[in-house]
């Protein structure tokens, strides 16, 4: 009898998991390995959550030779390409209408990349990754020309071949897509002409378009470039052409003046990150010229090895962002008294992240008076670099999270190997959450 009632309760808590799956809600506080990982608790959860787990397609090669073609006999070369896409189109048929996310990597696909989207004709998001990967810009226009549905183009680590005219090869990227994120693309071609004869290109080299063309319907924006020696920096133009642009992730290295003047003109923006993780810096001759950006509520500056005489132009670019209630920067132990001013300047500030450039047992003194600050987050730090007797004067903090940057995680090495909790002492208000890649306390 105990048996039955007990799995009358556990049958009546699956069924509140899935009226809770069946809120839209939380598929956006879940990221798509969560909700696949949960969608194993049962039938109906797998079955209400079926449509978001097919909607994303990984796509390469050697996956479609291993599992299409040469399941038996081992054999990794492709004999057959037309063969290869009937088959990977009858695989996916009955789940096409699902795909709107395709992501593609090394290497080609033949006969051409554009054949194999063609069956998804829900497709609104396409990411180029890995750095092996390498594509025609004549075979990526023709998915951009041809696929009028996709909203979100990443281009990532991939390299970009032209058998075109360079003076008129160009990116045809679509005026309605909503995000756009082009990081550490390589040109062979351009670089080959450019080493050859650099007054044979034009501005902006493959993203000249960028100059012309409006984007009126363009969210979001990242661009990085892989080489300093050969950079097209269409950001400005990005910027100038894309007046409803909310998130703008950009190196520091591709700023100037100008940049900020655009920045300052897009009434939307609400949220930028900075990099500086080569080394290269933001290019101002004044940074008491930048104007106040009162829409920004979002800020991430990311940064290595700071000069002492670079410091305070640290402060004096957080100061022109009054309205912040987010802000993560890059710590370096020189740059604690510059960023104590700022933060008692960010009246509204809620949450703050420092990342460590990298793990030590110096002590971090944050003693201060706050009263804006609820999320505290420390990336690469040690629990006995921190004394918690300085939060006493925070008086709106509710959580401190200590956690492991990513390229630590990716070598499975588990947060209590650098944090450990074992024997610390912790003011009794706070108690502690020990997950694998990080702990967090918080006050009950």
Not at 44 to 49: D, E, G, M, Q, V
């Amino acid at each position: 009898m105990k048996s039955s009632r007990l799995l009358i309760q556990q049958n009546k808590y699956i069924k509140d998991w899935v009226i809770i799956f069946k809120l839209d809600e939380i598929h956006s506080l879940l990221n798509y390995t969560e909700l696949r990982s949960l969608s194993l608790v049962c039938k109906s959860i797998y079955y209400k959550l079926r449509p978001f787990l097919l909607s994303q397609v990984y796509i390469s090669l050697p996956a479609l030779l291993k599992n299409l073609v040469n399941k038996e006999s081992g054999n990794t070369k492709l004999e057959d390409p037309d063969d290869l896409l009937n088959r990977f189109n009858t695989s996916v048929n009955y789940i096409s209408k699902y795909v709107e996310s395709v992501h593609i990597k090394q290497p080609p696909l033949f006969p051409d990349p554009y054949l194999y989207l063609t069956i998804f004709e829900n497709l609104k998001k396409l990411h180029f990754y890995q750095p092996r990967t390498k594509i025609n810009l004549t075979s990526i226009n023709l998915i951009l020309t041809t696929l009028p549905s996709i909203l979100e183009l990443t281009l990532e680590d991939i390299i970009i071949e032209s058998d075109q005219n360079l003076g008129t090869s160009e990116l045809l990227l679509p005026s309605t897509l909503s995000k756009l994120c082009i990081n550490n693309c390589r040109w062979p071609d351009y670089y080959r002409v450019f080493s050859q004869n650099s007054l044979y290109f034009p501005n902006l080299g493959p993203y000249s378009i960028a100059m012309t063309q409006k984007f009126s319907q363009l969210a979001i924006f990242e661009y990085s470039s892989p080489s300093s020696s050969l950079n097209f920096n269409p950001i400005n133009s990005f910027l100038e052409n894309s007046p409803k642009l909310e998130i703008l992730k950009i190196e520091a290295g591709h700023i100037n003046q100008q940049t900020f003047t655009l920045i300052d003109r897009l009434a939307y923006l609400k949220s930028i990150e900075f990099n500086s993780l080569d080394g290269s810096d933001i290019e101002v001759d004044d940074f008491y010229r930048i104007p106040s950006f009162l829409t920004i509520t979002g800020l991430s500056y990311k940064f290595i090895k700071k000069s002492l005489q670079t410091l305070p132009n640290i402060e004096l670019l957080l100061i022109h962002f009054p309205n912040l209630t987010s802000l993560s920067i890059s710590f370096e132990k020189p740059i604690l008294p510059y960023l104590k001013r700022v933060i008692k300047i960010l009246v509204k500030l809620e949450s703050l992240e420092l990342v460590n450039g990298c793990i030590e047992n110096r002590a971090l003194p944050l003693k201060l008076i706050n009263r804006s600050i609820i999320h505290l987050s420390l990336v690469n730090f040690k629990l006995n670099q921190l004394n918690f007797e300085d939060f006493d004067k925070w008086y709106a903090l509710k959580s401190i999270k200590f956690e492991l940057a990513s390229f630590i995680t990716k070598l499975g090495l588990p947060i209590g190997r650098i944090v450990n909790l074992n024997g610390f002492k912790v003011n009794e208000n706070w108690k502690a959450i020990d997950y694998r890649h990080c702990i967090r306390f918080y006050k009950e």
